[in-house]
Protein backbone atom coordinates (compact mmCIF):
# COMPACT_ATOMS: atom_id res chain seq x y z
CA UNK A 1 0.00 0.00 0.00
CA UNK A 2 1.20 3.61 -0.58
CA UNK A 3 1.47 5.70 1.81
CA UNK A 4 -0.28 9.13 2.28
CA UNK A 5 2.09 12.27 1.94
CA UNK A 6 0.54 15.19 3.09
CA UNK A 7 3.36 17.46 2.15
CA UNK A 8 3.35 16.06 -1.42
CA UNK A 9 -0.23 16.24 -1.85
CA UNK A 10 -0.31 19.91 -0.82
CA UNK A 11 2.37 20.49 -3.18
CA UNK A 12 0.52 18.75 -6.15
CA UNK A 13 -3.04 20.51 -5.54
CA UNK A 14 -1.68 23.80 -4.42
CA UNK A 15 -4.16 26.20 -6.78
CA UNK A 16 -6.84 23.69 -5.23
CA UNK A 17 -5.78 24.77 -1.53
CA UNK A 18 -5.55 28.22 -2.47
CA UNK A 19 -8.39 28.49 -3.97
CA UNK A 20 -10.90 26.89 -1.82
CA UNK A 21 -11.07 29.96 0.85
CA UNK A 22 -11.48 32.15 -2.07
CA UNK A 23 -14.66 30.10 -2.92
CA UNK A 24 -15.66 29.81 0.50
CA UNK A 25 -15.95 33.56 0.80
CA UNK A 26 -17.38 34.01 -2.68
CA UNK A 27 -19.81 31.83 -1.78
CA UNK A 28 -20.89 33.78 1.65
CA UNK A 29 -20.49 36.98 0.12
CA UNK A 30 -23.23 35.86 -2.88
CA UNK A 31 -25.66 34.48 0.01
CA UNK A 32 -24.94 37.69 2.12
CA UNK A 33 -25.29 40.45 -0.50
CA UNK A 34 -28.81 38.74 -1.56
CA UNK A 35 -30.36 38.88 1.77
CA UNK A 36 -33.57 40.69 1.31
CA UNK A 37 -32.76 43.93 3.62
CA UNK A 38 -34.34 45.01 5.91
CA UNK A 39 -37.08 47.50 6.37
CA UNK A 40 -35.41 50.38 8.30
CA UNK A 41 -31.87 49.81 5.99
CA UNK A 42 -30.24 52.26 4.13
CA UNK A 43 -30.16 52.25 0.37
CA UNK A 44 -27.25 50.34 -1.60
CA UNK A 45 -24.88 51.88 -4.11
CA UNK A 46 -25.82 50.66 -7.49
CA UNK A 47 -22.39 50.08 -8.04
CA UNK A 48 -21.06 46.36 -7.68
CA UNK A 49 -18.31 45.20 -5.54
CA UNK A 50 -15.60 45.37 -8.04
CA UNK A 51 -16.06 48.84 -9.22
CA UNK A 52 -17.04 49.76 -5.69
CA UNK A 53 -13.22 48.42 -4.66
CA UNK A 54 -11.88 50.66 -7.72
CA UNK A 55 -13.79 53.71 -6.99
CA UNK A 56 -12.59 54.07 -3.43
CA UNK A 57 -8.95 53.62 -4.38
CA UNK A 58 -9.29 56.08 -7.18
CA UNK A 59 -8.84 59.67 -7.32
CA UNK A 60 -12.59 60.27 -7.93
CA UNK A 61 -13.25 58.92 -4.61
CA UNK A 62 -14.54 62.48 -2.85
CA UNK A 63 -16.79 63.01 -6.45
CA UNK A 64 -18.28 59.68 -6.66
CA UNK A 65 -19.95 59.84 -3.21
CA UNK A 66 -21.44 63.26 -3.95
CA UNK A 67 -22.96 61.67 -7.37
CA UNK A 68 -23.89 58.48 -5.43
CA UNK A 69 -26.05 61.03 -2.74
CA UNK A 70 -27.85 62.46 -5.99
CA UNK A 71 -28.04 59.18 -7.52
CA UNK A 72 -29.84 57.47 -4.98
CA UNK A 73 -31.48 60.62 -3.58
CA UNK A 74 -30.10 59.39 -0.03
CA UNK A 75 -27.24 61.02 2.25
CA UNK A 76 -27.36 57.99 3.90
CA UNK A 77 -26.45 54.18 1.78
CA UNK A 78 -24.43 51.56 1.99
CA UNK A 79 -21.33 50.33 -0.19
CA UNK A 80 -21.38 46.72 -2.10
CA UNK A 81 -17.83 46.18 -0.06
CA UNK A 82 -17.46 42.71 1.73
CA UNK A 83 -16.15 44.35 5.04
CA UNK A 84 -17.64 42.65 8.49
CA UNK A 85 -20.27 44.67 10.01
CA UNK A 86 -20.99 46.35 6.18
CA UNK A 87 -19.30 49.54 5.23
CA UNK A 88 -21.93 52.81 4.83
CA UNK A 89 -21.48 56.35 4.52
CA UNK A 90 -23.18 59.80 5.72
CA UNK A 91 -22.97 62.75 4.04
CA UNK A 92 -25.16 64.78 6.24
CA UNK A 93 -23.03 66.97 8.93
CA UNK A 94 -25.28 66.15 11.52
CA UNK A 95 -24.77 62.38 11.47
CA UNK A 96 -21.20 62.53 11.09
CA UNK A 97 -20.51 64.49 14.15
CA UNK A 98 -23.16 62.45 16.12
CA UNK A 99 -20.86 59.46 15.10
CA UNK A 100 -17.63 61.57 15.72
CA UNK A 101 -18.86 62.25 19.36
CA UNK A 102 -19.94 58.80 20.25
CA UNK A 103 -17.71 57.47 23.00
CA UNK A 104 -17.95 53.94 21.54
CA UNK A 105 -16.81 54.74 18.15
CA UNK A 106 -13.72 54.20 16.99
CA UNK A 107 -11.11 53.89 14.45
CA UNK A 108 -11.61 50.99 12.06
CA UNK A 109 -8.35 48.71 13.06
CA UNK A 110 -8.25 46.65 9.87
CA UNK A 111 -8.53 49.90 7.76
CA UNK A 112 -5.93 52.34 9.71
CA UNK A 113 -3.97 49.59 10.04
CA UNK A 114 -2.42 49.10 6.71
CA UNK A 115 -0.82 52.27 7.65
CA UNK A 116 1.18 50.48 10.07
CA UNK A 117 2.95 49.15 7.42
CA UNK A 118 4.10 52.24 6.39
CA UNK A 119 5.26 53.38 10.17
CA UNK A 120 6.52 49.98 10.85
CA UNK A 121 3.85 49.07 13.99
CA UNK A 122 0.97 50.61 15.56
CA UNK A 123 1.32 54.36 16.48
CA UNK A 124 -1.68 56.62 17.71
CA UNK A 125 -2.89 57.44 14.50
CA UNK A 126 -3.94 54.06 14.18
CA UNK A 127 -4.86 52.43 17.65
CA UNK A 128 -7.98 52.35 18.99
CA UNK A 129 -8.86 54.27 21.35
CA UNK A 130 -9.22 51.74 24.08
CA UNK A 131 -5.32 50.60 23.77
CA UNK A 132 -3.89 51.79 26.86
CA UNK A 133 -0.98 53.56 24.80
CA UNK A 134 -3.27 56.13 22.77
CA UNK A 135 -3.76 58.37 25.46
CA UNK A 136 -0.54 58.64 27.10
CA UNK A 137 0.89 59.22 23.68
CA UNK A 138 -1.26 61.96 22.88
CA UNK A 139 -1.41 63.79 26.39
CA UNK A 140 2.53 63.81 25.53
CA UNK A 141 1.96 65.31 22.23
CA UNK A 142 -0.22 67.85 23.66
CA UNK A 143 2.28 69.65 25.28
CA UNK A 144 3.93 69.89 22.03
CA UNK A 145 0.78 72.21 20.86
CA UNK A 146 0.57 74.16 23.63
CA UNK A 147 0.05 77.94 22.61
CA UNK A 148 3.78 78.83 23.57
CA UNK A 149 5.24 76.17 21.15
CA UNK A 150 2.21 76.97 18.40
CA UNK A 151 3.82 80.62 18.23
CA UNK A 152 7.33 79.27 18.89
CA UNK A 153 6.29 76.99 15.85
CA UNK A 154 4.67 79.43 13.80
CA UNK A 155 7.54 82.19 14.09
CA UNK A 156 9.75 79.43 12.25
CA UNK A 157 6.71 78.62 9.59
CA UNK A 158 7.31 82.90 8.73
CA UNK A 159 11.28 82.62 9.09
CA UNK A 160 10.96 80.14 5.59
CA UNK A 161 7.92 81.52 4.02
CA UNK A 162 9.50 85.02 4.15
CA UNK A 163 12.61 82.88 3.05
CA UNK A 164 10.49 81.30 0.14
CA UNK A 165 9.21 85.16 -0.32
CA UNK A 166 12.73 86.31 -0.88
CA UNK A 167 14.25 83.28 -2.69
CA UNK A 168 11.29 82.58 -4.85
CA UNK A 169 8.64 84.88 -5.13
CA UNK A 170 10.55 88.06 -6.09
CA UNK A 171 12.24 86.28 -8.69
CA UNK A 172 9.45 85.39 -10.40
CA UNK A 173 7.29 88.99 -9.75
CA UNK A 174 6.18 90.50 -12.53
CA UNK A 175 7.68 88.50 -15.34
CA UNK A 176 6.29 85.99 -17.39
CA UNK A 177 7.12 83.23 -14.84
CA UNK A 178 4.86 80.92 -13.62
CA UNK A 179 4.74 78.30 -10.63
CA UNK A 180 2.46 75.19 -9.41
CA UNK A 181 1.60 76.56 -5.19
CA UNK A 182 0.79 72.58 -4.63
CA UNK A 183 4.52 72.06 -5.78
CA UNK A 184 5.94 75.10 -3.89
CA UNK A 185 3.99 75.41 -0.71
CA UNK A 186 4.61 71.83 0.81
CA UNK A 187 8.02 72.03 0.63
CA UNK A 188 7.83 75.40 2.56
CA UNK A 189 5.95 73.82 5.42
CA UNK A 190 8.01 70.64 5.22
CA UNK A 191 11.36 72.40 5.91
CA UNK A 192 9.36 74.23 9.19
CA UNK A 193 7.97 71.27 10.45
CA UNK A 194 11.43 69.12 10.39
CA UNK A 195 12.59 72.15 12.64
CA UNK A 196 10.52 73.36 14.86
CA UNK A 197 9.02 69.95 15.40
CA UNK A 198 11.87 67.49 15.02
CA UNK A 199 15.02 70.01 15.73
CA UNK A 200 16.60 68.95 12.51
CA UNK A 201 17.72 71.12 9.70
CA UNK A 202 16.17 69.68 6.30
CA UNK A 203 17.09 70.18 2.35
CA UNK A 204 15.64 69.62 -0.12
CA UNK A 205 16.94 66.33 -1.09
CA UNK A 206 15.44 65.57 2.29
CA UNK A 207 11.64 66.18 1.45
CA UNK A 208 11.88 65.10 -2.56
CA UNK A 209 13.51 61.48 -0.97
CA UNK A 210 10.31 61.73 1.56
CA UNK A 211 7.74 62.85 -0.65
CA UNK A 212 8.63 60.60 -3.53
CA UNK A 213 8.92 57.16 -1.01
CA UNK A 214 5.71 58.06 1.09
CA UNK A 215 3.68 58.65 -2.24
CA UNK A 216 4.64 54.75 -3.44
CA UNK A 217 3.90 53.29 0.05
CA UNK A 218 0.58 55.47 0.45
CA UNK A 219 -0.88 54.40 -2.84
CA UNK A 220 0.13 50.77 -1.85
CA UNK A 221 -1.04 50.40 2.14
CA UNK A 222 -4.01 53.25 2.43
CA UNK A 223 -5.35 52.57 -0.59
CA UNK A 224 -5.01 49.31 -3.08
CA UNK A 225 -4.83 47.36 0.37
CA UNK A 226 -7.15 48.92 1.88
CA UNK A 227 -10.03 48.19 -0.02
CA UNK A 228 -8.62 45.03 -1.67
CA UNK A 229 -7.18 42.44 0.89
CA UNK A 230 -6.03 39.88 -1.04
CA UNK A 231 -3.25 42.40 -2.51
CA UNK A 232 -1.77 41.60 1.31
CA UNK A 233 -2.02 38.10 1.33
CA UNK A 234 -0.37 37.72 -2.06
CA UNK A 235 1.79 40.73 -1.95
CA UNK A 236 4.98 38.18 -2.48
CA UNK A 237 3.75 37.71 -6.10
CA UNK A 238 3.17 41.80 -6.79
CA UNK A 239 6.11 43.63 -7.76
CA UNK A 240 4.68 47.05 -6.83
CA UNK A 241 3.98 45.88 -3.11
CA UNK A 242 7.59 44.95 -3.06
CA UNK A 243 8.39 48.52 -4.04
CA UNK A 244 6.14 49.94 -1.40
CA UNK A 245 7.50 47.70 1.27
CA UNK A 246 11.05 49.19 0.08
CA UNK A 247 10.05 52.87 0.00
CA UNK A 248 8.89 52.30 3.93
CA UNK A 249 12.02 50.88 5.07
CA UNK A 250 13.32 54.16 3.21
CA UNK A 251 10.78 56.17 5.22
CA UNK A 252 11.58 54.35 8.50
CA UNK A 253 15.28 54.72 7.80
CA UNK A 254 15.40 58.38 7.20
CA UNK A 255 13.37 58.80 11.03
CA UNK A 256 16.02 57.04 12.37
CA UNK A 257 19.04 59.38 10.74
CA UNK A 258 16.20 62.40 12.35
CA UNK A 259 16.73 60.81 15.68
CA UNK A 260 20.30 59.40 15.41
CA UNK A 261 20.70 63.25 14.55
CA UNK A 262 18.58 64.64 17.63
CA UNK A 263 20.21 62.58 20.23
CA UNK A 264 24.38 63.48 19.27
CA UNK A 265 23.10 67.09 19.05
CA UNK A 266 24.88 68.60 21.91
CA UNK A 267 22.47 72.01 21.94
CA UNK A 268 18.94 70.28 22.18
CA UNK A 269 16.16 72.83 22.15
CA UNK A 270 14.69 73.55 25.93
CA UNK A 271 11.18 73.89 24.09
CA UNK A 272 8.81 70.85 24.28
CA UNK A 273 9.10 70.11 20.88
CA UNK A 274 7.28 66.75 19.39
CA UNK A 275 10.77 64.61 18.98
CA UNK A 276 11.49 65.41 22.68
CA UNK A 277 8.33 64.37 23.74
CA UNK A 278 8.53 60.79 22.05
CA UNK A 279 12.23 60.68 22.85
CA UNK A 280 11.70 61.20 26.97
CA UNK A 281 8.51 60.08 26.49
CA UNK A 282 7.79 58.07 30.41
CA UNK A 283 5.90 55.03 28.77
CA UNK A 284 7.72 51.72 27.60
CA UNK A 285 8.76 52.49 24.24
CA UNK A 286 10.84 50.43 22.08
CA UNK A 287 12.97 52.06 18.91
CA UNK A 288 10.62 50.64 16.69
CA UNK A 289 7.72 53.01 18.83
CA UNK A 290 9.36 56.10 18.88
CA UNK A 291 10.43 55.97 14.62
CA UNK A 292 6.62 55.10 14.06
CA UNK A 293 4.88 57.85 16.02
CA UNK A 294 7.91 60.21 14.75
CA UNK A 295 6.78 59.28 10.88
CA UNK A 296 2.95 59.37 11.57
CA UNK A 297 3.60 62.60 13.14
CA UNK A 298 5.14 63.95 9.95
CA UNK A 299 3.43 62.04 7.62
CA UNK A 300 -0.08 63.79 8.61
CA UNK A 301 1.50 67.35 9.40
CA UNK A 302 4.08 67.80 6.28
CA UNK A 303 1.50 68.16 2.68
CA UNK A 304 -1.87 69.02 4.78
CA UNK A 305 -1.12 72.82 5.57
CA UNK A 306 0.79 73.42 2.36
CA UNK A 307 -1.96 72.07 0.13
CA UNK A 308 -4.68 73.96 2.09
CA UNK A 309 -2.35 77.50 1.47
CA UNK A 310 -2.16 76.53 -2.15
CA UNK A 311 -5.82 75.43 -2.82
CA UNK A 312 -6.40 79.40 -1.07
CA UNK A 313 -4.42 80.74 -3.27
CA UNK A 314 -5.87 79.19 -6.48
CA UNK A 315 -9.43 79.86 -5.47
CA UNK A 316 -8.31 83.52 -4.93
CA UNK A 317 -7.00 83.81 -8.33
CA UNK A 318 -9.61 82.32 -9.52
CA UNK A 319 -11.91 85.57 -7.45
CA UNK A 320 -9.70 88.31 -8.20
CA UNK A 321 -12.01 90.52 -6.51
CA UNK A 322 -11.99 88.64 -3.43
CA UNK A 323 -8.17 88.23 -3.70
CA UNK A 324 -8.27 92.52 -4.21
CA UNK A 325 -11.13 92.72 -1.05
CA UNK A 326 -8.87 90.70 0.90
CA UNK A 327 -5.30 92.30 0.22
CA UNK A 328 -7.20 96.30 0.74
CA UNK A 329 -8.81 94.62 3.93
CA UNK A 330 -4.61 93.12 5.13
CA UNK A 331 -3.08 96.61 4.05
CA UNK A 332 -5.79 99.44 5.37
CA UNK A 333 -8.32 97.59 7.53
CA UNK A 334 -8.45 97.42 10.99
CA UNK A 335 -6.32 94.73 12.49
CA UNK A 336 -9.51 93.03 14.10
CA UNK A 337 -11.31 93.23 10.90
CA UNK A 338 -8.54 92.26 8.88
CA UNK A 339 -7.94 88.84 10.84
CA UNK A 340 -11.74 88.36 10.49
CA UNK A 341 -11.29 88.88 6.87
CA UNK A 342 -8.94 86.36 6.41
CA UNK A 343 -10.44 83.86 8.23
CA UNK A 344 -13.77 84.33 6.28
CA UNK A 345 -11.52 83.37 3.26
CA UNK A 346 -9.63 80.74 4.81
CA UNK A 347 -12.81 78.74 6.20
CA UNK A 348 -14.69 79.08 3.58
CA UNK A 349 -11.57 77.79 1.27
CA UNK A 350 -11.43 74.71 4.06
CA UNK A 351 -15.16 73.96 3.89
CA UNK A 352 -15.42 74.02 -0.58
CA UNK A 353 -11.71 71.58 -1.01
CA UNK A 354 -11.26 70.08 2.24
CA UNK A 355 -7.61 68.49 1.83
CA UNK A 356 -9.39 65.30 3.88
CA UNK A 357 -11.92 65.23 1.09
CA UNK A 358 -12.89 61.31 2.27
CA UNK A 359 -12.97 62.46 5.61
CA UNK A 360 -12.42 59.74 8.91
CA UNK A 361 -13.60 56.22 9.19
CA UNK A 362 -15.41 55.10 12.30
CA UNK A 363 -15.92 51.73 13.79
CA UNK A 364 -19.44 51.94 15.69
CA UNK A 365 -20.20 49.61 18.44
CA UNK A 366 -23.36 50.20 18.64
CA UNK A 367 -27.18 50.17 16.75
CA UNK A 368 -27.21 54.12 15.38
CA UNK A 369 -30.49 55.08 14.25
CA UNK A 370 -30.60 58.49 11.67
CA UNK A 371 -33.13 60.60 10.03
CA UNK A 372 -32.83 60.58 6.38
CA UNK A 373 -34.23 63.85 5.26
CA UNK A 374 -33.90 63.01 1.60
CA UNK A 375 -36.40 60.01 2.21
CA UNK A 376 -37.97 60.97 5.16
CA UNK A 377 -37.56 58.14 6.76
CA UNK A 378 -35.22 56.65 9.97
CA UNK A 379 -32.65 54.72 8.88
CA UNK A 380 -30.89 51.76 11.23
CA UNK A 381 -26.99 51.12 10.97
CA UNK A 382 -25.98 48.28 13.03
CA UNK A 383 -23.36 47.69 15.26
CA UNK A 384 -20.15 46.54 14.18
CA UNK A 385 -20.70 48.49 10.67
CA UNK A 386 -17.53 50.61 9.03
CA UNK A 387 -18.72 54.23 8.25
CA UNK A 388 -17.81 56.82 5.83
CA UNK A 389 -17.92 60.26 6.88
CA UNK A 390 -17.13 62.07 3.72
CA UNK A 391 -16.65 66.17 4.43
CA UNK A 392 -16.61 66.57 0.73
CA UNK A 393 -20.18 66.21 0.97
CA UNK A 394 -21.07 67.35 4.11
CA UNK A 395 -19.49 70.73 3.44
CA UNK A 396 -21.41 70.94 -0.10
CA UNK A 397 -24.85 69.95 1.87
CA UNK A 398 -27.32 72.68 -0.26
CA UNK A 399 -29.50 72.17 2.94
CA UNK A 400 -27.35 73.94 4.81
CA UNK A 401 -24.68 76.02 2.86
CA UNK A 402 -26.87 78.07 0.28
CA UNK A 403 -25.00 78.29 -3.69
CA UNK A 404 -22.68 75.23 -1.43
CA UNK A 405 -20.48 74.50 -4.92
CA UNK A 406 -19.38 78.08 -4.90
CA UNK A 407 -16.38 80.11 -3.28
CA UNK A 408 -18.30 82.47 -1.21
CA UNK A 409 -16.24 83.62 1.75
CA UNK A 410 -18.83 86.85 2.82
CA UNK A 411 -21.43 83.40 3.63
CA UNK A 412 -18.91 83.05 7.25
CA UNK A 413 -19.79 87.10 8.31
CA UNK A 414 -22.88 85.65 10.11
CA UNK A 415 -22.87 81.95 9.51
CA UNK A 416 -25.53 80.11 10.91
CA UNK A 417 -25.26 77.40 14.01
CA UNK A 418 -26.02 74.95 11.26
CA UNK A 419 -23.15 75.93 9.44
CA UNK A 420 -20.29 76.66 12.27
CA UNK A 421 -21.48 72.77 13.59
CA UNK A 422 -21.31 71.40 9.77
CA UNK A 423 -17.54 72.36 9.53
CA UNK A 424 -15.23 70.10 10.60
CA UNK A 425 -12.26 69.94 8.76
CA UNK A 426 -10.16 68.77 11.41
CA UNK A 427 -12.71 66.21 12.84
CA UNK A 428 -13.95 66.68 16.00
CA UNK A 429 -14.08 64.18 19.17
CA UNK A 430 -11.78 62.80 20.99
CA UNK A 431 -9.51 61.54 17.90
CA UNK A 432 -9.06 64.92 16.58
CA UNK A 433 -6.23 66.28 15.07
CA UNK A 434 -3.56 67.02 17.86
CA UNK A 435 -2.27 69.76 15.19
CA UNK A 436 -5.07 71.88 14.37
CA UNK A 437 -4.17 74.66 16.66
CA UNK A 438 -0.77 74.90 14.79
CA UNK A 439 -2.03 74.65 11.08
CA UNK A 440 -4.43 77.38 11.44
CA UNK A 441 -1.89 79.35 12.94
CA UNK A 442 0.60 78.44 9.66
CA UNK A 443 -2.43 79.46 7.43
CA UNK A 444 -3.10 83.00 9.15
CA UNK A 445 0.93 83.92 9.27
CA UNK A 446 1.83 81.88 5.72
CA UNK A 447 -1.47 83.95 3.61
CA UNK A 448 -1.33 87.40 5.29
CA UNK A 449 2.45 88.04 4.74
CA UNK A 450 2.08 86.37 0.89
CA UNK A 451 -1.14 88.18 0.09
CA UNK A 452 -0.18 91.44 1.57
CA UNK A 453 2.78 91.84 -0.93
CA UNK A 454 2.16 89.68 -4.00
CA UNK A 455 -1.40 88.42 -5.90
CA UNK A 456 -2.07 86.39 -8.35
CA UNK A 457 -3.19 85.85 -11.83
CA UNK A 458 -4.74 82.03 -12.75
CA UNK A 459 -2.23 81.04 -16.34
CA UNK A 460 -3.88 77.81 -15.64
CA UNK A 461 -5.94 76.07 -13.13
CA UNK A 462 -5.29 72.58 -14.08
CA UNK A 463 -7.37 70.15 -11.98
CA UNK A 464 -8.80 68.85 -8.83
CA UNK A 465 -7.02 65.64 -7.73
CA UNK A 466 -7.55 63.42 -4.63
CA UNK A 467 -4.83 61.09 -3.07
CA UNK A 468 -4.59 60.86 0.48
CA UNK A 469 -5.42 64.65 0.64
CA UNK A 470 -7.20 67.40 -2.22
CA UNK A 471 -5.12 69.23 -4.17
CA UNK A 472 -4.80 71.11 -7.46
CA UNK A 473 -2.34 69.76 -9.75
CA UNK A 474 -0.58 71.05 -13.05
CA UNK A 475 -1.74 74.45 -11.62
CA UNK A 476 0.10 77.87 -13.29
CA UNK A 477 0.21 80.71 -11.26
CA UNK A 478 1.90 84.15 -12.10
CA UNK A 479 2.56 86.75 -9.28
CA UNK A 480 2.82 90.13 -9.31
CA UNK A 481 4.08 92.79 -6.85
CA UNK A 482 1.31 94.69 -5.06
CA UNK A 483 1.56 98.68 -6.06
CA UNK A 484 2.18 100.86 -3.09
Same mark, same amino acid.
Given at each position: ???????????????? @? &??????????? %?????? =? /?? +??????????????????????????????????????????????????? @? &??????????? %?????? =? /?? +???????????????????????????????????????????????????????????????????????????????????????????????????????????????????????????????????????????????????????????????????????????????????????????????????????????????????????????????????????????????????????????????????????????????????????????????????????????????????????????????????????????????????????????????????????????????????????
Amino acid at each position: MMDFDLATALRDNVAA @V &LLLPLALAIGW %LAVAFN =K /PP +AKDAPVKSTAGILESVRMLASSESPWWHLQLQESLGSSIFQHNIPVPGGMY @V &LCSAKDQREVL %LDEYAD =K /PI +AVYGNIDSITGRTQMGTRSTLDPRTKPMRKAVEHSFSSAEVNRMNSICMKYAKQWETDFLEKLADTDATFDPSIELPKVVFKSIMEAALEYESTPEDYDFFASNYEVAAREFTFRQSVNPLRKVFGFMIPEVWAARNCCSALQDFVKKILTAYRENPNKSEHNTLIKAVESNPYDMSEEDRVAELLILLIAGFDTTGYTIAITLVLLAKHPKEMRDLRQSLLQGDPAQSKDHLKRVITESQRLLPVAGVGPLRLINRDFIFRDESSNRNVKIPNGATLILPQFASHRDEAVFEDATQFKPDRWENPTKEMVQSFIPFAVGKRTCPGQSLANAELFSVLSSILSKYEFELVAEGKLDFFMTMKYVDTKLRVKRVKA
